[in-house]
């Protein structure tokens, strides 16, 4: 299984929305409307933010939100706030397999 | 709240076996219903699935490491653990547990333990 296909960055300021996506193919993202997102700060572990595509652990901020269409899931970051800076990850279930996306870093200016 | 925890040697030389335990508490492996899964993170690289294993000793292994990883469970102790043979510098890298949970072909990784950063090196 390749890795998923996510931007290395994206930005944003204070207050504004972005948009990280993860491109994956038919035999993950396209199969399954099942991704999860996880959001890691430096030196921390990977946090869930959202699974099953569009659901929210308990805990997180509805800022956070997940869609998909064809092979492609994204995440939404609205009303950015300096503590969202941090890497995100996609994944995907895959059969058995699991795959991740290669990570995108989130500056908020 | 489950919470896990990850433990074994810093420093590992090349050629030799990789071997690291998962400790889980605020909750029961051997109660079912979830996997226990290994996740590593080379320096500065994204995440790389290796493997599950089901409290009954059902595994399934990322087929890129396949031949060289076991997991095993010790349910009376409530840990599961890693072992990684043959390995080599590209092994070098942290190596997180995490809570795997997998619904209607879907999965998804919860709660995940602090890391533990294993060095391959002579």
């Known amino acids: 299984q390749s890795a998923l296909t996510q931007p290395a960055s994206v930005s944003g300021s204070p207050g504004q929305s972005i948009t990280i996506s993860c491109t994956g193919t038919s035999s993950d993202v396209g199969s399954y409307n099942l991704v999860s997102w996880y959001q890691q700060h430096p030196g921390k572990a990977p946090k869930l933010m959202i699974y099953?595509?569009?659901k929210r652990p308990s805990g997180v901020s509805n800022r956070f939100s997940g869609s998909k269409s064809g092979n492609t899931a994204s995440l939404t970051i609205s009303g950015l706030q300096a503590e969202d800076e941090a890497d995100y990850y996609c994944?995907?279930?895959?059969?058995?397999?699991?795959?991740f996306g290669g990570g995108t870093k989130l500056t908020v200016l | 709240q489950v919470q896990l925890q990850e433990s074994g040697p810093g420093l590992v030389k090349p050629s030799q076996t990789l071997s690291l335990t998962c400790t889980v508490s605020g909750g029961s492996i051997s109660s079912g219903g979830y996997y226990w899964s290994w996740i590593r993170q080379h320096p500065g690289k994204g995440l790389e699935w290796i493997g599950y294993i089901y409290y009954s000793g059902s595994t399934y292994y990322n087929p890129s490491l396949k031949s060289r990883v076991t997991i095993s469970v010790d349910t009376s102790k409530n840990q599961f653990s890693l072992k990684l043979s043959s390995v080599t510098a590209a092994d070098t890298a942290v190596y997180y547990c995490?809570?795997?949970?997998?619904?209607?072909?879907?999965?998804?990784?919860?709660?995940w333990g602090q890391g533990t950063l294993v060095t391959v090196s002579s």
């Open positions: 994944c995907s279930y895959a059969g058995s397999d699991v795959v």
């Open positions: 099953e595509g569009s």
């Open positions: 995490a809570r795997d949970i997998r619904y209607s072909s879907s999965t998804w990784f919860d709660p």
